[in-house]
C-alpha cells in the first residue's frame, strides 16, 4: 500500500465519519455498534484517566503519611460506572466511591482492566476492611463484611506498598476534615 492509497483511505474514512455525524447521533451510535474500532476511539479518555476533577486524600499509615489524588463519586451513576474501561492509573491516584450511609458494602471488577486493592473506610475516616489484589474483569463479588462508609480504589499492591493495616486513617472532606 502506497502513502498516497493510504491517504485516500483516511480521507474516505473521514468523510463517512463527518457525512454519520451531519446525519445526526442516532445514525452515529449505531454504526459505533458495529465498528469496534470507532467504539474503542469513544473509550480513549477511559483508557487514560480522568473524567472528573481530581481531589486530595491522605492515608496515614505506620510508615508516614501517602498523599493521593482521587477521583471521588457520589451519585449512583458514577459508583456503577467507577473504573470500568480504565487502561492506566497513576501510581498516585485512586477512585473515592462515597456513600450516603454506613452499611455493608459489595463491588466487583466487571469491565475493569486493572488489579486494584480495596480500602473500606468508616464515616470517620478509619480503615475498616481491606481486600487486595483485586482481579481484573472478575464478577465475584468483594464485600467490606463489615459497615464502611467508602471505598478507595488504588493500584494493586499499594497496600502492601504503604503498609496499610485496618484502623490507619485517610484524611479526605468525605470523613469530615
Known amino acids: 500500500m502506497t502513502s498516497s492509497h ?3 483511505a483516511s480521507s474516505k474514512a473521514l468523510i463517512r465519519l463527518v457525512c454519520l455525524l451531519s ?3 442516532s445514525l452515529w451510535l449505531p454504526s459505533l455498534a458495529i465498528q469496534p474500532s470507532a467504539w474503542d476511539a469513544v473509550r480513549a479518555e477511559d483508557a487514560v484517566g480522568p473524567r472528573l476533577n481530581l481531589e486530595k486524600l491522605d492515608i496515614v499509615t505506620s510508615s508516614g503519611v501517602h498523599a493521593f489524588s482521587v477521583e471521588v ?3 449512583a451513576p458514577e459508583r456503577e460506572r467507577g473504573l470500568m474501561f480504565r487502561r492506566f492509573l497513576a501510581k498516585d491516584r485512586g477512585m473515592l466511591f462515597e456513600f450516603k450511609a454506613e452499611q455493608v ?3 466487583w471488577m466487571k469491565s475493569t482492566y486493572l ?3 480495596m480500602i473500606f473506610i468508616s464515616r470517620t475516616g478509619k480503615i475498616v476492611a481491606v481486600a487486595e ?3 481484573p474483569l472478575s ?3 468483594i464485600s467490606s463484611e463489615v459497615p464502611a462508609y467508602a471505598v478507595l480504589e488504588v493500584n494493586a499492591g499499594t497496600v502492601a506498598r504503604i503498609g496499610l493495616r485496618i484502623g490507619d486513617s485517610v484524611r479526605h472532606p468525605s470523613f469530615g476534615q
Do not use: F, Q, W
Open 115 to 117: 488489579p486494584l486493592d
Open 6 to 8: 493510504t491517504l485516500g
Open 139 to 141: 464478577e465475584k463479588i
Open 105 to 107: 458494602v459489595t463491588m
Open 23 to 25: 446525519c445526526g447521533a
Open 73 to 75: 463519586m457520589r451519585t
Open 133 to 135: 489484589n483485586a482481579a
